[in-house]
């Protein structure tokens, strides 16, 4: 039939464009896309009177048939490669490509079955200059050929289906930026409850301790302002300073975990005590604890002051028995020692530290007399970085006799403060100050350095080698290097190990068992010698003496002082001796003053001594000549 003709002129025309503007539509629409390419062959191969129809779409994989009409076997074989067949000629063409008879053609493709085409046509599928598909039709009769108004149509048909399938593609598009739109919101809901929730926590974490979940300082602060704010000059409002006691020993020795174990155990134990008089524990430092008591005069506060030293008392008693626990308190009140939140803090504080300075574990109230003595230790602390850096300190000797031969056995190296104004300090003056302040470490290891270079100096003067001793504080022995810093000074100095000797007292014994022994057995394995000071002050037990490489146990000087006249005294130390003795350590009497001391310590068996009865710390200089042979 010819399309030119009346009879398959528009009324033809008319009812291939109907169906196939229905197809397009639901294409655009979001349909199925084979679904609907089926839809339009169909029409279209009615329209054209063909009987075979083809459209192949270019896929990300390469051609890909999404429907025909025919042969369907044939489905999937037509590529869609540039130069090859009429499809893909079209492809490369970017225009229709028409033949009369394609079993004759010279540029079909060698498929037996395709022999049976005859006109055949391929229009291809152009969105700007990119080609996404052909269309392919044939018919079988022979003389029947696709004329220019056909071929026209179907390059329209092209055209709408290539935008149809874009349109399409922008459709799915729209639809997964609707479906990521509709996650976001979601996700927006979810984060914005989300953020509630953090927006709570950070809350809570900016007045709150994470450890301890106590009010922190900010709050304790807050407090502490809206309490003196609501009290007026008749309303009284306490403050309570509080400070554990050797805490960082803890973490040095056991490790943070257990600092931090043990400071929610105080802290449960200070929530007790606080609840029952309705005050304000805060945690507002690492060690450190504060409470607000409004309405408790001083002697109230005094109570609840004895109150928390004794319930951090039972925390030492319980599970930390091989440390001091302790609480030192500060007390201040208002109005009468001051208005504000800042005096008030300050002043607490500096009553926490006299209480410290009393031998802590205990609490102290503020007074004005107080401050000069902060002022002082203050003073004295500077004074003594100074002193550390100028090189102030200096050692005197005293000296270790063995009465079996009345020869000495060693020297007992003492540290002296000469200060350029006040001349030589008292030891007990400023060698607490540097245990609290840290200084000991500093000073600990340049009496070492003294001590070693000094015996070294003796020897080369012509004196008999003997052993020099060295006291060594928990904060020097704890430090993860001291072993090696032992070994150091000995190299630098070239003293043999055998002439130093480390004393340590009980409590540095017990204190992380572990690696205290580990320590000492490589001392001694060092050649050093290893006594236990001050023995029968601290814990005396016989569980660590057992499995520790000690050489010797001193016998502290006040079990010796009393010791012709208080039978407790005598007992002890009969008792040290005979310990001593059945673990096969040497033991050593310090403090003998008296002839009598002597004689009683000969009948208990103890033979090596130290005191004023053989010598009072002396300098250098005097030691030298006391030791060189005569």
């Not at 969105?127 to 071929?151: D, L, W, Y």
């Not at 408790?296 to 951090?312: C, G, P, S, Y």
């Not at 146990?553 to 005979?578: H, M």
């Not at 310590?601 to 200089?621: A, H, I, N, V, W």
Request: charged share 25%; hydrophobic share 45%; aromatic share 8%.
């Amino acid at each position: 039939m010819d399309f030119n003709t009346e009879e398959g002129g528009f009324g033809r025309e008319s009812a291939f464009i109907a169906p196939l503007h229905d197809m397009t539509v639901s294409l655009t629409s979001g349909a199925d896309i084979a679904k609907s390419l089926q839809g339009i062959l169909q029409c279209a191969c009615a329209f054209l009177d063909a009987e075979h129809g083809y459209v192949v779409l270019q896929g990300k994989g390469g051609r890909k048939a999404e429907a025909g009409v025919g042969h369907f076997a044939l489905r999937g074989r037509i590529p869609l490669t540039p130069r090859i067949g009429l499809c893909g000629r079209a492809w490369r063409l970017q225009e229709p490509v028409a033949v009369s008879d394609y079993s004759q053609w010279e540029g079909r493709l060698p498929e037996p079955a395709l022999n049976i085409f005859r006109a055949a046509v391929a229009v291809p599928m152009t969105t700007g200059r990119k080609v996404n598909g052909v269309f392919f039709f044939a018919r079988t009769e022979a003389g029947r050929t696709f004329c220019s108004k056909e071929i026209s149509q179907l390059s329209q048909l092209a055209g709408i289906a290539a935008f149809a399938l874009a349109q399409a593609g922008l459709y799915e598009q729209t639809k997964s930026a609707l479906r990521a739109q509709r996650k976001m919101v979601r996700a927006l809901r979810l984060s914005e409850r989300s953020n509630l929730a953090a927006q709570e926590r950070l809350r809570y974490m900016a007045f709150h301790d994470v450890l301890t979940a106590l009010p922190n300082r900010h709050s304790f602060f807050e407090r502490l302002n809206e309490s003196i704010a609501q009290g007026g000059a008749d309303r009284h409002v306490a403050v309570l300073m509080l400070d554990l006691d050797h805490f960082k020993l803890i973490n040095d020795t056991l490790g943070h975990e257990a600092g931090d174990t043990l400071i929610q155990e105080v802290a449960a134990a200070l929530a007790a005590e606080t609840a029952a008089k309705q005050a304000f524990l805060a945690r507002v430092g690492g060690d450190e604890f504060a409470v607000v008591a409004p309405g408790l005069q001083e002697r109230e506060a005094t109570a609840l002051a004895e109150r928390l030293v004794a319930a951090v008392r039972k925390i030492g008693g319980k599970k930390w028995t091989e440390f001091e626990i302790g609480l030192s308190v500060g007390l201040s009140c208002f109005p009468r020692d001051g208005a504000t939140s800042g005096e008030l803090v300050k002043k607490a504080d500096s009553a926490m530290y006299c209480a410290k300075a009393k031998g802590r574990n205990t609490w102290q109230c503020y007074n004005d007399s107080l401050q000069v003595a902060i002022q002082e230790r203050m003073r004295l602390e500077r004074e003594m970085r100074r002193a550390l850096a100028e090189d102030q300190f200096l050692l005197h000797y005293q000296p270790q006799v063995d009465i079996r031969t009345g020869k000495f056995i060693g020297m007992e190296a003492l540290v002296r403060w000469n200060h350029p104004e006040r001349g030589l300090v008292p030891p007990g003056q400023f060698i607490p100050v540097a245990e609290e302040t840290g200084l000991i470490a500093g000073i600990g290891q340049w009496v070492m350095e003294e001590a070693c270079r000094q015996n070294v100096a003796w020897q080369a003067a012509g004196c008999e080698p003997l052993r020099v001793a060295v006291n060594i504080s928990a904060r020097q022995f704890h430090q993860d290097w001291f072993v090696d810093s032992v070994q150091k000074v000995l190299q630098d100095s070239g003293l043999e190990p055998r002439w130093l000797e480390l004393e340590i007292t009980e409590s540095i014994a017990v204190e992380n068992a572990a690696a205290t022994q580990e320590k000492l057995q490589a001392l001694r394995a060092m050649g050093v010698h290893i006594s236990i000071d001050d023995f029968g002050t601290g814990y005396s037990s016989l569980i660590y003496l057992k499995n520790y490489p000690v050489h010797t146990l001193k016998i502290d000087q006040t079990f010796i002082r009393d010791l012709t006249k208080d039978e407790s005294n005598r007992a002890i130390a009969q008792a040290i001796i005979a310990m001593g003795k059945s673990l096969k350590m040497e033991v050593l009497a310090e403090g003998v003053e008296e002839l009598e001391q002597q004689t009683l310590l000969e009948t208990k068996d103890c033979y090596l001594m130290q005191g004023y009865l053989f010598g009072r710390p002396m300098s250098p200089e005097v030691a030298e000549a006391l030791l060189m042979p005569v």
